[in-house]
């Protein structure tokens, strides 16, 4: 696995819920961890050493707390674009129908716009038509550390990493001329226009 592929994986799998198969993958996510580069190495170990330092109980009533109960830091990545809105809608539409031509079959019952779920998703096939709506779908992840740093910190860091991961794989693949202009075509025809501006009023989650 070539290393931004490993890097959405690693993310991917330390953003699901910290229940028993979590902590039996655990190792195995520490292997992996060993191949990053040193300062996202240093960061996810250090994320790692948080979850160790927690009792199971613990740890699951911090995520639920900040990911299952508050919609500001919701992992359903399009709600902070869209909130409960028709756009959102076009939008989980738009990455079913992304997941279902990449030939992604989804297991469980999270909504596409899922961050483990997109981010295994990038994991598998970063290069996909559409995948650009993923990516935007996942942008911003700095807003979402900066709310979790009173009620779950070690999550922040998390996120943290997740937005140098995003902002570093941006600068060096990002599409450009006319391959940029398909795909942000394709993105505006999946959803029906351009994302939510950055404050912009949400209602309340559902």
């Known amino acids: 696995m ?5 890097q959405f994986k690693v993310i991917s799998e330390l953003m699901q819920y910290p229940d028993e198969g979590f902590m039996k993958r655990l190792p195995h ?3 992996a961890v060993a191949e990053l580069p040193e300062e996202l190495r240093e960061k996810i170990e250090g994320f790692i050493s948080f979850i160790k330092c927690q009792s199971p109980i613990r740890l699951q009533e911090t995520y639920t707390a900040a990911f299952c109960i508050n919609s500001k830091t919701t ?3 399009a709600y902070h674009h869209w909130g409960n809105s028709e756009k959102r ?4 539409a738009g990455l079913e129908q992304v997941y279902r031509e990449a030939g992604y079959e989804r297991i469980g019952g999270e909504l596409p716009d899922f961050l483990p779920l997109m981010l295994e998703f990038l994991s598998i096939n970063p290069d996909a038509p559409g995948a650009e709506l993923v990516r935007q779908c996942l942008s911003g992840p700095e807003r979402l550390s900066a ?7 070690g999550y922040a860091v998390l996120f943290d990493t997740l937005a140098c991961i995003l902002s570093d794989q941006n600068e060096k693949e990002a599409p450009r001329g006319v391959g940029a202009q398909k795909e942000h075509a394709r993105v505006a025809d ?3 226009g351009a994302p939510a501006e950055e404050g912009e009023d949400h209602g309340s989650c559902s």
């Not at 070539?2 to 490993?6: F, G, K, N, S, V």
């Open 75 to 77: 992992l359903n990545m």
């Open 89 to 92: 809608a076009l939008a989980l």
């Open 190 to 192: 999946l959803i029906g």
């Open 2 to 6: 070539d290393e931004r592929r490993l």
């Open 29 to 31: 996510v520490e292997t």
């Open 147 to 153: 709310q979790l740093r009173e009620t779950a910190p």
